[in-house]
T-cell receptor, first 114, second 118 residues
């Protein structure tokens, strides 16, 4: 069975540009969460989506947005990129937004902003 | 708001020895969950072990065990018989229920870099 898949795995952008990151959850999982991991730190919660609705949002500016599609895949969009947006962006899936237990993570998208 | 503290930025352990990675947490919730994840250089977060706040027994998964001391708010990870492949970053995390939003999020600590020495 396929795990959580993310694309692209690596990308380089310049300041002011826009980026779209994609995530496909594990089959049967309806909830997707996004995390940002800056070098040397633990992942920070950005968004959680369930059944195409935003269920939770972390302390991130409005430049960050996301959406979830009918097949439960998700996109994370970041506008007007800043140098500080350089990070590993991790997607996690779970069966519902109230899940206990394990979060299943993808391998992440490593974004470098120059 | 909850907080996870990992005070060991880096640890060394001899191959085949046991090692304990420290984690303390702070929450006012009665119901919560504690996790440990391993992150190799490839970046993927690999689930190791989970402990629920109401679980009376310490969780164990193969060579991993979680030393859960609720009164002290600590959830240390013990790795027995260390292997070279255990070299990685290790993150302690806690699940938090966001009552107002009806969802749960996970808060991570800053991690401990474990290096296993042959």
């Amino acid at each position: 069975d396929a795990g959580v898949t993310q694309s692209p795995t690596h990308l380089i952008k310049t300041r002011g540009q826009h980026v779209t990151l994609r995530c496909s959850p594990i089959s049967g999982h309806k909830s997707v969460s996004w995390y940002q991991q800056v070098l040397g730190q633990g992942p920070q919660f950005i968004f959680q989506y369930y059944e195409k609705e935003e269920r939770g949002r972390g302390n991130f500016p409005d430049r960050f947005s996301a959406r979830q599609f009918p097949n439960y895949s998700s996109e994370l969009n970041v506008n007007a990129l800043l140098l500080g947006d350089s990070a590993l962006y991790l997607c996690a899936s779970s069966t519902t937004y109230r899940d206990t237990g394990e979060l299943f993570f993808g391998e992440g998208s490593r974004l470098t902003v120059l | 708001a909850q907080k996870i503290t990992q005070t060991q930025p880096g640890m060394f352990v001899q191959e085949k020895e046991a090692v304990t990675l420290d984690c303390t947490y702070d929450t006012s919730d009665q119901s919560y969950g504690l996790f440990w994840y391993k992150q190799p250089s490839s970046g993927e977060m690999i689930f190791l072990i989970y402990q629920g706040s109401y679980d009376e027994q310490n969780a164990t998964e193969g060579r991993y065990s979680l030393n859960f001391q609720k009164a002290r708010k600590s959830a240390n990870l013990v790795i027995s018989a260390s292997q070279l492949g255990d070299s990685a970053m290790y993150f302690c995390a806690m699940r938090e229920a966001i009552i107002s939003g009806g969802y749960q999020k996970v808060t991570f600590g800053t991690g401990t870099k474990l290096q296993v020495i042959p």
